[in-house]
């Protein structure tokens, strides 16, 4: 069904509708554990985005390159897919996006070991989970930053971030 509509979207020329259905297709082979396909699917997606000049349609295809790219162990390609996804999101000002993908960026370098990066994108993207009262993603990032702590052998300071994380939760849920 989905590679109908991508023809029915290359006869009509809708290279918005390109992008978006090749991003899907990308997501359907991913749950498919066919990660090279679905690689290929998102960097024809990219592409697209890159000539329309869809900065969010590029930003968002970039995301996903970029947890794919780590997840196959290409950590210096999918961070730097990351990074340029920060940067359009930036541009763009979404700062949902922003601070999505600051915890992202984080997630990888705190994989990789370096925890003090990680520690540093993760209190950025908390400053803006907080800016933008979002509490759920403010504790996530609480969360985050207890366990990178953890590793670090501060548990005092993991358990206070803890329970900060945990305080936040309870509130959303009054």
């Known amino acids: 069904m989905l590679q109908t509509a991508l023809e029915d979207a290359v006869s009509r020329q809708d290279r918005s509708q390109q992008i978006a259905i090749l991003t899907v297709m990308g997501d359907a082979l991913i749950r498919q554990e066919e990660a090279q ?21 590029e930003a968002e295809v970039r995301t996903r390159l970029a947890r794919l790219l780590v997840g196959a ?3 210096v390609e999918g961070v730097a897919m990351a990074q340029r996804a920060l940067a359009l999101y930036q541009t763009l000002r979404d700062r949902p996006r922003e601070a999505d993908t ?3 960026l984080g997630s990888f370098h705190q994989a990789q ?6 520690v540093e994108l993760y209190e950025r993207a908390l400053a803006l989970y907080r800016a933008l009262r979002d509490q759920p993603r403010e504790a996530a990032s609480l969360v985050n930053l207890a366990t990178v702590y953890e590793a670090q ?3 005092q ?18």
């Open 102 to 104: 600051l915890s992202l």
């Open 73 to 75: 162990d290409q950590q």
């Open 153 to 155: 052998g501060s548990p």
């Open 113 to 118: 070991g370096n925890r003090e990066h990680a």
């Open 37 to 57: 396909a679905a690689r290929a699917k998102y960097e024809e997606g990219l592409r697209l985005a890159e000539a329309q000049r869809d900065i969010r349609a």
């Open 157 to 174: 300071e993991a358990r206070e971030t803890q329970h900060k994380a945990i305080y936040l939760l309870q509130q959303a849920n009054r």
